[in-house]
């Protein structure tokens, strides 16, 4: 069967035609009414276009890159300040509503404690554990560290490689 002897069984109106005389009912204007741009040939607007005033895409501040709706603002809390903060107590539970505590390696500890908290980084995990505690890490989402966080372990990844003997 030819394609041009393919028909449809939906019935469609015929698409009008227009200027073809005034007994057509679309004659004399064809439907584009009198004198201006949208009357002539071509004469359409750019999409955007709101009658010469600044467009609102043009109203708008020139923001580089974008804002990730999925990052995590952690509030920050090293194990050399844990012993100070939480003197005679043996468990902790670091928590906040609007804000996640991530507990990170930074300074010393010798006290063991139980710590539940919501992220914690690997040497942080490995202080704790070494001065006999343990760490409950309760979000076991994995988001992306920030640059901050990453640059505190490289520093520190740098730090342990001087301080270890050469042989």
Not at 23 to 47: E, F, I, L, N, V
Not at 60 to 78: E, Q, S, T, V
Not at 105 to 120: P, W, Y
Request: net charge positive; glycine share 12%.
């Amino acid at each position: 069967m030819p394609l041009t002897e393919l028909s449809s069984k939906i019935k469609r109106p015929a698409k009008k035609r227009v200027g073809r005389g005034n007994g057509s009912g679309m004659g004399t204007y064809a439907g584009r009414g009198q004198k201006g741009q949208t009357s002539r040939s071509g004469g359409k607007r750019r999409p955007g276009f709101e009658g010469g005033q600044t467009p609102f895409a043009q109203k708008m501040p020139k923001l580089r890159g974008f804002k990730n709706p999925n990052h995590l603002d952690y509030l920050a809390i090293n194990v050399g300040d844990l012993e100070e903060k939480f003197k005679g107590q043996k468990e902790i539970t670091l928590s906040n509503k609007r804000k996640p505590f991530k507990l990170l390696g930074n300074g010393e500890i010798t006290t063991a404690f139980k710590i539940t908290v919501d992220k914690a980084s690997a040497s942080a995990i490995e202080k704790v554990t070494k001065a006999g505690g343990s760490v409950e890490v309760v979000n076991k989402k994995v988001e992306k560290t920030s640059k901050k966080d990453k640059k505190e372990v490289k520093s520190k990844a740098e730090e342990s490689k001087e301080e270890s003997p050469k042989e």
